[in-house]
């Protein structure tokens, strides 16, 4: 079974520009999330979508945005960067999305870069 | 404010001895702690996790330990191989959340 697969893996952007980033989930898993990993904050979560909904988010500036499509498919949309949008990026898959009894796999991530 | 920490950045350990790194939470509502494992250029891999009404999980050479009232709980590995040369991630949940809290990270060095 193919894991957890992130497009691109690296990205490199300037000060205001917008970005996407694309996940797709292990085959069946419909609940898909993101994480933002930086190295003095650990990871940090984002969003989690679920059949194509937004169920919880995170504590992240409105610049921040994903949505899911019905293949379970996610993307992430940041807006307008700033310098400390650079990260890696990592999304998560899981059966039903329960952090307690579904283990979550994560992709490689992406290492975005803003300049 | 970080509700899960990692207050030490590395551990450097000998092959063949025991490896602890620990973990402390705020949020007394966390019934669910995770250990994950990351090696370079991967995602994190989940490791072992325990549920808050027990003390102790084991899983071959892995053992976490909770102890609630101290808000704390460990990663033991013995014995520690050079594979295990990665950084570990400390994570918690509660019931019914999708979401999980993640510590800073404790990079792990097993020298041979």
């Known amino acids: 079974k193919a894991g957890v697969t992130q497009t691109p893996r690296y990205l490199i952007k300037t000060r205001g520009q917008q970005v996407t980033l694309s996940c797709s989930p292990i085959s069946g898993h419909r609940s898909v999330s993101w994480y933002q990993q930086t190295p003095g904050q650990g990871l940090q979560f984002l969003f989690e979508?679920?059949?194509?909904?937004?169920?919880n988010k995170g504590n992240f500036p409105g610049r921040f945005s994903g949505r899911q499509f019905s293949n379970s498919r996610s993307e992430m949309n940041v807006s307008t960067l700033e310098l400390g949008d650079s990260a890696l990026y990592l999304c998560a898959s899981s059966l039903q999305g329960s952090a307690t009894t579904d283990t979550q796999y994560f992709g490689p991530g992406t290492r975005l870069t803003v300049l | 404010d970080q509700q899960v920490k990692q207050n030490s950045p590395s551990l450097s350990v000998q092959e063949g001895r025991i490896s602890i790194l620990n973990c402390d939470y705020t949020?007394?509502?966390?019934?669910?702690f995770l250990w994950y494992k990351k090696y370079p250029a991967e995602g994190p891999t989940f490791l072992i996790s325990?549920?808050?009404?027990?003390d102790k999980n084991e899983d071959g050479r892995f053992t976490v330990f909770l102890n609630k009232s101290a808000k704390h709980l460990s990663l033991h590995i013995v014995p520690s191989q050079p594979g295990d040369s990665a950084v570990y991630f400390c994570a918690a949940s509660e019931t019914g959340a999708n979401n999980l809290f993640f510590g800073t990270g404790t990079r792990l060095t097993v020298i041979p």
């Open positions: 979508y679920f059949s194509e909904t937004q169920r």
């Open positions: 949020n007394s509502m966390f019934d669910y």
């Open positions: 325990i549920s808050s009404i027990k």
